[in-house]
């Protein structure tokens, strides 16, 4: 169910290992997709797959000071390059891989579930009938169960792509994250704190947005958007062409959904969004190929298995113990940065990008095995000052 890059990863995956695969979406899966994807070149590297960036930055910087004079105005370079992909090419390439599989283009109201298959019904009446149903129809999914969490936090953002006046970033130029906050006052720097996302796209066009990392209640898009226009003004750069606006909003921390459900889910759906980052691209692509060769496995083998049981045995292929231990961690961080006023969490981010890339490349990617992730965070706490230390451990409350 679902034809976002979710849905394309693991069916071309399912179709490649031979299964007999029905795919259903509210959407065709050659309709343009509505967001632009960015993920570090290294990640679509190690599989072989950065052809697939259109646009491929190595001066890759953060700001973390806070704007006011020649320190505040510091930069930090990443020395990593980073992407966008191309999402024609994207697209165009998973749906090859599903060697010509046509979408039924039907909404999903309802599922039932019987011992040996499963039955998919539509908003048109019509029933489709499988051994297993995989929901990758997005975060907001109504069909996967797990356990109810109020006061989820949400990733919100508020981008243009366009011309500008002047060069909103240097040219050439991709900023992960622009904390300074010289153009805000006392007041406002002690809302929600958000930071800029931007990039030279080369032809006069830049993308900028305004980013909330994670926030319950989400930060509205008009606050986003009054801050990004803040912020420009107060540089002096005046929007002269919208291309594109961006807006974006989706959950940092889904609780993970319940294992023995006889449904399975991938993507947004699966909660396999990175709670420290909103990243999900790159695991897909990732964790896309052992899942299916599991399900492959558990139905070739035992042509009768139930329903339940082939779920089961997705749901931990997708949700391993070591991933699921990993990602109570990130979550706890997650945590912890949302009770952060927007001088300590210039500080967190300060410090975590002092640590050797490795580190913060393998914790940014979900890449480093357990062991190692507590370690990094345990490295982490040591080089903090102790301001951030006491946050860390919970123990600085946001003023408000
Ligand atoms: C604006 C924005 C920018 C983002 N940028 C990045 C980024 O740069 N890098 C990154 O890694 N992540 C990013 N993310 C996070 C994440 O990668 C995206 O949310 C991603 O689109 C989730 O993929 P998905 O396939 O799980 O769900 P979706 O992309 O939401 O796709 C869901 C699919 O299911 C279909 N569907 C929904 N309901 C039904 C139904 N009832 N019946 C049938 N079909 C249905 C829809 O038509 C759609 O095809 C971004 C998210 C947003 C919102």
Redesign the pocket.
């Known amino acids: 169910?679902?034809?976002?890059?979710?849905?394309l990863c693991i069916t071309a995956e399912l179709v490649q290992q031979g299964l007999e695969v029905q795919a259903?979406?509210?959407?065709s899966p050659l309709e343009p997709?509505p967001?632009?994807?960015?993920?570090w070149a290294s990640e679509l590297e190690s599989l072989n797959m950065q052809e697939l960036l259109k646009y491929r930055w190595n001066d890759t910087v953060s700001f973390f000071g806070d704007g006011f004079g020649k320190s505040g105005d510091t930069c930090t370079s990443h020395y990593l390059d980073y992407g966008l992909f191309n999402l024609n090419n994207f697209q165009e390439a998973l749906f090859k891989r599903c060697n010509g599989l046509s979408w039924q283009v039907?909404?999903?109201k309802n599922i039932n579930f019987r011992e040996k298959e499963t039955v998919v019904i539509c908003a048109s009446g019509k029933e489709y009938l499988a051994r297993v149903v995989i929901d990758?129809?997005?975060?907001n999914?109504p069909f996967v169960k797990r356990p109810k969490k109020e006061n989820i936090a949400k990733q919100a953002?508020y981008g243009v792509v366009g011309k500008f006046s002047s060069p909103p970033v240097k040219k050439n130029r991709f900023v992960l994250m622009d904390f300074r906050s010289s153009h805000l006052n006392s007041t406002q720097r002690k809302e929600s704190p958000s930071f800029l996302y931007a990039m030279d796209l080369g032809d006069g066009r830049y993308f900028v947005e305004e980013t909330s990392l994670a926030c319950s209640p989400p930060v509205s898009f008009e606050l986003l958007k009054s801050r990004l226009n803040l912020r420009l003004s107060h540089k002096g750069i005046q929007i002269e062409e919208i291309m594109h606006e961006?807006?974006?909003?989706?959950p940092m921390n889904l609780p993970l959904p319940f294992r023995n459900q006889p449904l399975l889910a991938f993507?947004?759906?699966a909660s396999m969004?990175h709670p420290a980052s909103?990243?999900?691209?790159?695991s897909l692509l990732r964790r896309a190929p052992s899942l299916a060769k599991e399900i492959a496995k558990a139905i070739k083998n035992d042509p009768s298995m139930n329903t339940s049981k082939i779920a089961r045995i997705g749901w931990n292929t997708l949700w391993t113990t070591e991933l699921v231990q990993r990602h109570r961690l990130y979550q706890f961080g997650l945590q912890r940065l949302m009770s952060f006023d927007e001088e300590l969490l210039r500080s967190f981010f300060d410090t975590f990008f002092k640590l050797p890339r490795n580190d913060w490349y393998g914790y940014l990617t979900n890449t480093l095995p357990l062991p190692r992730l507590f370690i990094v965070m345990l490295k982490l706490f040591s080089i903090a000052s102790s301001k951030v230390r006491l946050g860390m451990i919970g123990l600085v409350i946001r003023k408000r």
Not at 1 to 7: H, R
Not at 136 to 139: I, L, P, R, V, Y
Not at 278 to 282: C, N, P
């Open positions: 169910m679902g034809a976002g890059p979710a849905a259903i979406a509210s959407k997709w967001n632009t994807y960015g993920i039907e909404t999903v990758a129809s997005g975060h999914t953002a961006e807006h974006c909003l989706f993507g947004g759906s969004v909103g990243y999900l691209v790159g």
